[in-house]
């Protein structure tokens, strides 16, 4: 641990000094003891979910569907196919290669991020192990009327149900017409299914998970399985055990743990999420759990209150960016 990180430490919560140095000296300036990395029994192809940009390939050939070469500020547009990546499952590139041939059949080019102009924007799949899997077209509207916009969302249900690329076994079809992007989050935008199942479904520890669109659900299955248990492993959970599950997304960390404790409550800021994880529970028949959507710095102080007198366990997965500044001192305060 450097200096710095301790300086940092010491502003958010100061009465947590004492303890880290005392762990410093146990373990050779450390905050704790570093264990090993414990591998994912499944290190190729294990990617559930996968974005793809749509735009011009590295052969100059439009309507590429893949992935940029270099970041788009740095003058870098082109697109490489995905077809040679080990992440990433052969089921997925099966939708990605129907989906490009469809584009390219249409009228309509990829979106230029430089000049505003074409249409075809992003393909996002995302997979189970289940073999369903889920595809979510993007698409700049331009000026199209309703009427051309319709029969491209027909065509593209027809492709994918009854013409060549039912092949690709997509068994969930959204269209989302998307504008100029003012910000890098998608889940704000409108999302139209236009066929088959509305949900995919995923097995994880002998409990079956249902996924929306913008629900959010760890990447690679297998290794979920291995840091799940992991976490009960640590958490020492026990019959009497209250777990706050904070960023649940849809629940997976809560409900694999809900059979060892008493209660579980659930936090998550998107709703599409939180109905998700509400279903899990009731589809895997546990009836002590809840889920509340909104902030956690806004629902933490109540829901820690209220469940003081109990063995309270707080589990805390946030999302990629971290902590909100303004949640952190609550979180510290809870130590």
């Not at 997925?92 to 102009?117: H, L």
């Not at 289940?130 to 065509?155: C, D, N, T, V, W």
């Not at 998608?186 to 995923?202: F, S």
């Not at 899990?280 to 820690?304: I, K, T, Y």
Request: glycine share 8%.
């Amino acid at each position: 641990m450097t200096s710095s990180t301790m300086r940092e430490i010491g502003k958010t919560n100061r009465a947590l000094l004492p303890w880290l140095l005392s762990q410093r000296q146990k373990h050779s300036k450390a905050c704790c003891p570093l264990e090993g990395i414990m591998p994912s029994p499944q290190q190729t192809e294990y990617r559930n979910k996968c974005e793809f940009l749509v735009g011009v390939g590295v052969d100059g050939e439009d309507n590429t569907v893949g992935c940029r070469l270099g970041k788009y500020k740095g003058g870098t547009c082109a697109v490489a196919a995905p077809f040679d990546t080990v992440h990433i499952p052969e089921a997925t590139k099966q939708v990605v290669k129907a989906f490009q041939e469809f584009i390219r059949s249409t009228p309509y080019s990829a979106y230029d991020p430089e000049t505003y102009s074409g249409h075809w924007k992003q393909l996002t799949v995302r997979t189970s192990r289940r073999g369903q899997a889920m595809a979510i077209a993007y698409f700049h509207p331009q000026k199209l009327s309703p009427e051309e916009l319709a029969g491209l969302k027909a065509s593209l249900a027809q492709y994918f149900t009854g013409g060549p690329g039912k092949a690709s076994g997509v068994t969930c079809l959204y269209f989302v017409q998307e504008g100029q992007r003012k910000t890098p989050s998608q889940e704000g935008l409108p999302l139209e299914h236009v066929a088959g199942d509305r949900y995919i479904h995923e097995d994880l520890l002998g409990l079956t998970f249902q996924i929306s669109p913008h629900a959010f659900f760890q990447v690679n299955s297998p290794a979920a399985e291995v840091l799940y248990t992991v976490i009960q492993d640590w958490a020492q959970l026990d019959s009497e055990s209250a777990v706050l599950d904070v960023c649940c997304g849809t629940g997976t960390i809560g409900l694999a743990l809900a059979q060892k404790v008493k209660r579980v409550v659930g936090i998550e800021l998107c709703q599409e999420a939180v109905e998700d994880a509400r279903v899990n529970a009731h589809n895997n028949e546990l009836s002590n759990v809840e889920f509340h959507c909104g902030r956690a710095e806004d629902l933490v102080p109540a829901l820690v209150s209220k469940l003081a007198s109990q063995q309270l366990i707080a589990i805390l997965d946030p999302p990629r960016a971290g902590l909100r500044a303004t949640w952190r001192p609550q979180a510290a305060g809870q130590e």
